[in-house]
């Protein structure tokens, strides 16, 4: 993976955490990082405070890419990368009017919706994500 493109994740897990009410700051090991849970499962996931994952967290897009979802905050989301690969296995392939894959979108972007606060103040937060989503490959 190139270099730009990994920090682009730490950016959007980030700015994830930092707006995911689920995501609190703690100390671990002597460092400053974010505990918060995965929007499938529920999971613990650590961040460090430049968004690296310390766990196996990933980008969630609620709304596939390929379906059209964007890098918006509203349609981010932190999860697992087993939870990610299993539903961008199972669902995103789907056509878009598929009621499984309209069903699992719904119920996330409601979930996203209910943990979604202004961004967590005292991070040094970078640009945010859907401030240039025009440079996502
Ligand atoms: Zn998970």
């Known amino acids: 993976m190139p270099r730009a493109?990994?920090?682009?994740?730490?950016?959007?897990?980030?700015?994830?955490?930092?707006?995911?009410r689920s995501f609190e700051p703690a100390v671990q090991a002597g460092r400053s990082?974010?505990?918060?849970?995965?929007?499938?499962?529920g999971a613990r996931h650590v961040l460090e405070e430049d968004?690296?994952?310390?766990?196996?967290?990933t980008v969630e897009h609620i709304v596939p890419r390929h379906h059209g979802g964007r890098d918006d905050l509203d349609n981010l989301a932190i999860a697992c990368a087993r939870c990610n690969f299993g539903k961008g296995h199972r669902l995103d392939a789907r056509r878009w009017d598929d009621p499984t894959l309209q069903?699992?979108?719904?119920?996330?972007?409601?979930?996203?919706?209910?943990?979604?606060?202004?961004p967590l103040p005292g991070l040094d937060l970078p640009p945010p994500p859907d401030a240039d989503a025009s440079?996502?490959?």
């Open 5 to 20: 493109s990994k920090g682009r994740t730490r950016r959007l897990l980030l700015w994830c955490a930092a707006t995911d």
């Open 51 to 57: 968004g690296t994952p310390r766990t196996r967290a």
């Open 103 to 118: 069903r699992v979108i719904a119920t996330l972007q409601a979930r996203r919706r209910e943990r979604m606060r202004p």
């Open 33 to 41: 990082v974010l505990c918060g849970k995965c929007i499938h499962c």
């Open 135 to 137: 440079d996502d490959e």
